[in-house]
């Protein structure tokens, strides 16, 4: 059974085998029943997953468009119910022009014309909305807003007919108060009623062309009319097209009426805004730079140039900076040159501001002070404001007229003299011409005895100035007739004389009957041009602007002013062809003043003629008491290396260089000092003090022949120069720089002589021109020979 068992077993599987395959064949028909099924469900299923999808990337766009821009969602206004409106947030809903005005009139609002932002008006533009001021019979609209619209660019507006626009920005605007409108006329203490009244706006400019930045300056002003002065006011106001947004820069005022304007102050490249606020003869700019801010809705700011404090910790520019606050503006702007050029041209960026400020100023003192005033005080006014101290004294001590009319203006100063004497004393204690106009101020404002008391209490001041200053004081009194000019001070002159054939008698004042004008025997007429005389008080040099005679007896005021009442004579000095001085006494005859020449008409024997013009100086003619001359004795240059070997050495550096650039010598490098020492070794000169400064300079005295051998070729032949020319001369200061020079291309310039001048304490040089003769003396302030 066992083995029947074990063969039956593979017949019973080979007879399952088909029934296995059957199975396999029934299942496979509903299997694909199935999957037809799934596929349809799936895709609907997709389906509503894509449109949800959609739908919310649809919602969040929208969403993300209404929290960043709402208007661009307006649209869903026109199928969303009116409970539904979305909220467009703080912008109101696009408008035309036409729209946006009449909402402003039924707000009792005036719309001015609109103003450009950009080259297109239709995208943008700034509206100035104005309104009715109460109780007003005159003037009366106020600008009380700007607003900034810009073009929708909505679908749904932009499809119209007519421009739509959405208010961008607004600026509430108020007028700046009274108290600053007219704070530059008080003084400081002056009390005002009413200073918290806010002044309309009334009108709206765009400022034009070579405005900085990228955005849109304008200037809202007023007008107020304060006594008689008409001022303008207003405020700066910037769009800053970035941020789209109005801010408010600064308030201004201007007393004079000038309205704010944008100018190239600084060398910065970008222009300043400049507000004028002069009051008669008193310069005042406010000058502002702009600036960066930190700030994203106010990246800029306008900043001031001020001077309140120094941009260059030096005590010269310090200084500088201190008497130009006081209002001298052009002697602190020459001094800051000065700095300047000591620092090879090169000064920080704020300490060049401030001396483009000072220099502004300087500009506008400089031309009222150049002027021809009809007026003897607005003329010293304008000298007193520019620093010209000397020639408003001039202008005072011109006539008895102008000293009284020059009294009232002391008298109503209100320390803008006084602050600039003040300021220039403190810089300089010891100028005269300082000291005499502090000493005025004083004698008018607080009487002569303090005036007095003052001036002896400067340990400085020598007789003869105090003598100077006590007599202007004198002036004030109407004592300037008996003491102007003492008649019996000698006569001092010195000019330029020529013989002269024919005289006529109405051409010249005289103190005498014109009959007297006649010639003895063996005489001839002289014609002297004056360059300078003393009038006894002090030494006056051509031309004479300010010399001024009275209308009755102008030739008695001439000889009493030129000492020659007392000593009529003056010699008359011709040199000869061998060198040889000859001098001739003439007799002064008459005076004449043409222009800002004065002549003298003298007569006296005939001098000899001048053979050769060139090589001889022209004839001088000179009073008997006008100059001393000083002569100090020469050495060589020899003698002066073996006393100063080191400052030979430089002295002679500095001397080639200048005969290199007068192109006397050829240009290249300079010789060593062995070969300059060797060919200029026998040249003369002299060592004394003509600055007063207790230390010598050197006068080196040059000859044609010498200047010859400096040429002469290296192959030993000297180069021939036909052309004949006269001595020159080079002075050299204790520090061996060039402080005057012949060889200046004009040949006809020669140092004559060195004389002593008197009631004066420097040394003076006796220059001869091409025309005429100067006296010049060493000017400590501008450190040169004037």
């Known amino acids: 059974m066992a083995n029947r068992s074990r063969k039956l077993t593979p017949k019973a599987s ?16 509903p299997q694909k029943k199935l999957k037809r099924g799934s596929w349809l469900s799936s895709t609907l299923a997709i389906a509503i997953l894509l449109s949800s999808a959609s739908l919310i990337m649809a919602f969040a766009w929208i969403s993300v468009l209404f929290i960043f821009n709402p208007d661009q969602v307006s649209w869903l206004n026109r199928i969303l119910p009116a409970w539904a409106q979305i909220p467009l947030g703080n912008h109101e809903r696009p408008q035309t022009l036409k729209q946006i005005q009449l909402d402003l009139s039924k707000k009792n609002q005036i719309f001015a014309e609109t103003l450009l932002l950009h080259q297109d008006a239709k995208n943008s533009f700034l509206l100035p909305v104005f309104q009715q001021r109460a109780n007003c019979e005159f003037d009366c609209e106020e600008l009380v807003e700007l607003r900034v619209y810009q073009r929708s660019e909505e679908l749904e507006f932009k499809s119209q007919s007519e421009n739509y626009y959405y208010l961008a920005a607004q600026l509430p605007v108020t007028g700046p108060e009274e108290s600053f409108v007219i704070s530059p006329l008080l003084d400081g203490t002056s009390e005002l009623q009413d200073i918290n009244i806010s002044l309309p706006l009334t009108e709206v400019q765009r400022f034009e062309g070579g405005t900085p930045l990228s955005g849109v300056w304008f200037n809202l002003r007023g007008q107020r009319q304060q006594g008689s002065s008409a001022f303008a006011y207003g405020h700066i106001v910037y769009y800053n097209p970035e941020r789209t947004n109005l801010l408010q820069m600064l308030s201004w005022t201007s007393p004079n009426g000038q309205l704010p304007k944008w100018q190239q102050v600084t060398s910065d490249g970008t222009k300043e805004l400049v507000i004028d606020q002069t009051i008669g003869l008193e310069p005042h700019l406010q000058v502002y730079q702009v600036k960066p801010l930190k700030l994203f809705l106010k990246p800029i ?54 001396m483009d400020l000072i220099r502004l100023h300087s500009q ?12 003897p005080s607005q003329e010293v006014l304008a000298d007193l ?40 004393l403190r810089v300089n204690p010891n100028r005269l011409e300082v000291q005499a106009w502090f000493a005025l101020i004083l ?17 400085k001041i020598t007789k003869d100035d105090l003598a100077y ?25 010195v000019g330029t004389v020529q013989p002269i054939t024919q005289v006529t008698s109405t051409e010249w004042l005289q103190p005498n009957s014109p009959a007297d004008l006649k010639l003895m025997d ?89 053979q050769n013009d060139v090589l001889q100086p022209k004839p001088l003619a000179l009073t008997n008491t006008a100059l001393e001359w000083v002569q100090p004795s020469p050495i060589t240059l020899q003698e002066l290396h073996q006393r100063n070997p080191q400052g030979v050495k430089v002295m002679l550096s500095s001397v080639w260089q200048s005969l290199q650039q007068s192109s006397e010598v050829p240009a290249g490098a300079i010789p060593s000092f062995e070969l300059m020492q060797e060919k200029l070794g026998d040249w003369p000169v002299q060592v004394i003090d003509l600055t007063n400064n207790a230390q010598p300079e050197i006068i080196l005295t040059i000859s044609a022949d010498a200047i010859a051998l400096l040429n002469q070729s290296t192959d030993g032949i000297q180069e021939q120069n036909t052309e004949q020319r006269r001595d020159r001369t080079i002075i050299l200061s204790d520090s061996n720089e060039v402080i005057y020079t012949d060889f200046t291309g004009n040949y006809l310039q020669r140092l004559s002589a060195i004389a002593k001048l008197s009631g004066v304490q420097s040394l003076a040089l006796l220059v001869e021109n091409a025309h005429n003769y100067s006296l010049r003396r060493w000017s400590e302030k501008n450190q040169r020979f004037e």
């Open 469 to 493: 200053i006590q007599d202007l004081l004198a002036r004030l009194n109407g004592e300037g007739a008996k003491s102007q000019i003492s008649s019996t001070h000698p006569s001092e002159i």
């Open 301 to 354: 700011q306008l900043e001031a140039i001020t001077l309140q404090s120094a941009a260059l910790k030096d005590s010269a520019y310090q200084n500088a900076l201190s008497i130009a606050r006081s209002g001298l503006w052009t002697p602190a702007f020459e001094w800051l040159k000065f700095i300047k050029k000591q620092r090879k041209g090169v000064l920080p960026k704020a300490a060049q501001a401030q």
């Open 364 to 375: 506008l003192t400089k031309t009222q002070a150049q002027k021809n005033w009809a007026s």
């Open 522 to 610: 063996n005489q001839v007429w002289y014609q002297v041009e004056v360059s300078a005389f003393h009038n006894g008080k002090r030494w006056l040099n051509s031309p004479f602007e300010n010399l001024n005679p009275p209308k009755t007896s102008p030739a008695k005021f001439f000889w009493e002013t030129l000492g020659i009442s007392s000593d009529p004579e003056i010699q008359i000095v011709v040199w000869l062809p061998n060198g040889e001085q000859k001098i001739t006494i003439a007799t002064i005859k008459a005076v004449q003043l043409r222009g800002k020449v004065l002549r003298l008409l003298a007569a006296g024997p005939k001098i000899p003629e001048n």
């Open 443 to 459: 004698a008018v404002q607080q009487g002569e005895g303090h005036a007095n008391s003052w001036l002896k209490a400067q340990p």
């Open 14 to 29: 080979k007879q399952n085998q088909p029934h296995a395959g059957m199975v396999k064949r029934i299942a496979r028909k």
């Open 385 to 424: 404001i520019d620093g010209r101290w000397g020639k408003a004294l001039q202008v005072f001590e011109a006539s008895p007229h102008n000293a009284q009319e020059i009294v009232t203006l002391l008298k109503a100063d209100e320390k803008r003299l006084w602050n600039r004497t003040v300021a220039a």
